[in-house]
């Protein structure tokens, strides 16, 4: 079915039940990332989902007048198939089609051996420490001291580099998923209790939420803090501040070094490379820094914590705390995984990917091939490569229009196209251990993006509690890159979603209210990691907290009052 919005045609790309992705991508893909994304993150995916047995074979992505859209392709279904089966057909598909019988398999022995711990183990030994040497190379080279051919060669690692990080998020999504899922599972089973609650034992088990170097953030704030001359040298423009840290002599310029060569290139506003790396937000980077040196971050107490992990183990039956130890075991081991694979994968290599693309503006503007260099970011990656001096580059009107598409509010598009969405099939159909894979992947989904069934009125917007605590201060409305520099010290951050890459702001933060997502969001994962009072899934509250307002969060109560 064609549908006509916001000036143009919008139809299904293949048969599938298709949904506006908004959670990564809430505007239109810039070109260059649209021509790979896709491809790289179904195929780490569809690994992630074999390896597990799981009965999703992957999501299917598509751009759409350069929104993403993504299909659910369970194993062994048609395309154009308009839900599962009935029961005694799909009960037959367990036992005869060759694939499904080969996952529900699958499915008992990564259960049995708890595969995620050899997966994440994986991860520690070789794929991080080899994502990290591929980075480094890149962000090693300076871009403005290539040759145009040198440059050209230089985006083309760059653009390579970005693919294997997508690829890689989403091999390890299941990884960082499933076992979480289970823990929540059970224990929602065994006590009744609600999400947030359960979610509160794996507390302090992130710490790349608190910061993608939060040990050379705090080691950088601690030396700063003890040295004679403290704080004053954090003073001047921001940008200057950095250069001076970074050629400080002695102990102070080599943990500044060491704090800028982690934290300098990762993207912070988003997941696209229309969004702004930290290193091109001095003021971010400088106030979270002085936040540091002012005041330690307080952190909740490990004691505490314990203390309610016990008042959830002692609602459990006897019989079954044994297992419930091992699957919050579990779940907290891969925990950080979560971020992890953000800030270790395509936060980082969008960010050179994006500077190498930088360049290439500044040079094509020079040479008065585009009229402005901050077009750059919208040419495809063969139009980059002729701005460079190449045949056939892109007029500055072809990518204005680009740069102009990409402001249109998602609200004004299809939120879904072609078929009808329809859930999988209860789990009750499948045999046990295929049941718990799948009851796992169903709660941890509905963390990540469930929000509120709250109502707000005029006052206060209730939503999600995932962060204790009460805080009042001015709401700060964050809707994009550009907001990022008005954020200030005890600000209250009010935003649609947020990435794993806003934790840069988390030192100037005293509240965190969103509009989308769930007890699994980024937001109240960080929040949590943080101690930061957090109110998620309100639906509503961009909207109703002006900027400037000043706001009362309830973590606890899952509700936002708004003050004056």
């Not at 690994?47 to 993504?70: C, K, P, Q």
Request: charged share 25%.
């Amino acid at each position: 079915m064609t549908v006509t919005m916001a000036g143009k045609t919008w139809e299904p790309p293949r048969p599938g039940a298709w949904e506006i992705e908004l959670t990564h991508f809430p505007k239109p893909l810039t070109t260059f990332v649209s021509e790979f994304f896709g491809d790289h993150f179904v195929r780490g995916f569809a690994e992630g989902t074999r390896m597990y047995g799981i009965l999703l074979s992957h999501l299917d992505f598509a751009i759409v007048n350069g929104f993403m859209y993504n299909a659910p392709r369970p194993v062994g279904a048609p395309l154009d198939a308009k839900g599962p089966p009935p029961k005694p057909i799909f009960k037959l598909l367990t036992w005869l089609h060759p694939e499904i019988r080969g996952r529900i398999r699958t499915s008992k022995e990564a259960l049995q051996k708890r595969a995620w711990l050899a997966d994440l183990a994986h991860w520690d030994e070789s794929i991080k420490p080899q994502a990290i040497r591929e980075h480094l190379a890149i962000q090693n080279e300076d871009p403005a001291k290539l040759d145009d051919a040198t440059l050209a060669a230089h985006l083309g690692r760059a653009r390579k580099n970005s693919e294997n990080g997508t690829y890689r998020h989403g091999r390890f999504t299941m990884t960082a998923c499933l076992p979480v899922g289970d823990y929540l599972a059970h224990a929602k089973e065994w006590t009744g209790m609600e999400i947030h609650s359960l979610l509160r034992p794996v507390k302090g088990y992130s710490a790349v939420s608190n910061g993608v170097c939060a040990n050379e953030t705090a080691a950088l704030a601690d030396a700063i803090r003890n040295d004679p001359r403290g704080e004053s040298m954090l003073d001047g423009p921001p940008a200057e501040v950095l250069v001076r840290l970074r050629g400080e002599p002695g102990r102070i310029g080599e943990l500044s070094r060491a704090w800028l060569d982690q934290v300098s290139y990762r993207i912070v506003t988003g997941y696209d490379l229309s969004d702004h790396y930290a290193l091109e937000m001095p003021h971010t980077l400088v106030n979270g820094l002085r936040a540091d040196v002012r005041v330690k971050p307080s952190r909740e107490a490990r004691e505490a914590i314990e203390q309610d992990v016990a008042k959830i183990r002692d609602a459990v039956p006897d019989a079954h705390r044994a297992a419930f130890d091992t699957l919050l075991a579990d779940a907290r081991s891969v925990y950080r995984l979560r971020e992890e694979r953000d800030h270790y994968n395509d936060g980082w290599a969008t960010g050179l990917t994006r500077r190498a693309l930088q360049e290439i503006g500044k040079r094509a503007a020079d040479a008065g091939r585009l009229s402005s260099p901050e077009l750059v970011i919208d040419a495809s990656y063969a139009e980059a490569l002729a701005l460079l001096g190449g045949k056939n580059p892109p007029s500055s009107d072809v990518l204005r229009e680009r740069a102009e598409w990409r402001k249109t509010d998602p609200a004004h598009v299809p939120q879904r196209l072609g078929l009808p969405p329809s859930g999988p099939p209860p789990p009750e159909w499948l045999p046990p251990h295929a049941a718990r894979v799948a009851r796992a992947m169903d709660l941890f989904l509905f963390g990540l993006f469930a929000p509120s069934e709250k109502e707000s009125t005029g006052e206060i917007v209730r939503g999600i509690p995932v962060s204790a605590g009460v805080y009042e201060g001015p709401a700060r409305v964050v809707l994009g890159p550009d907001d990022f520099s008005a954020v200030k010290q005890g600000d209250v951050l009010v935003a649609r979603s947020t990435s794993p890459y806003f934790n840069v702001l988390l030192p100037l933060l005293g509240g965190i209210v969103t509009d989308r997502g769930g007890s699994l969001s980024h937001a109240a994962i960080v929040a949590r990691e943080y101690g930061i009072p957090a109110v998620v899934g309100t639906k509503t509250a961009t909207t109703s907290l002006p900027t400037g307002s000043r706001v009362r969060v309830d973590g606890g109560a899952g509700e936002v009052r708004l003050v004056a």
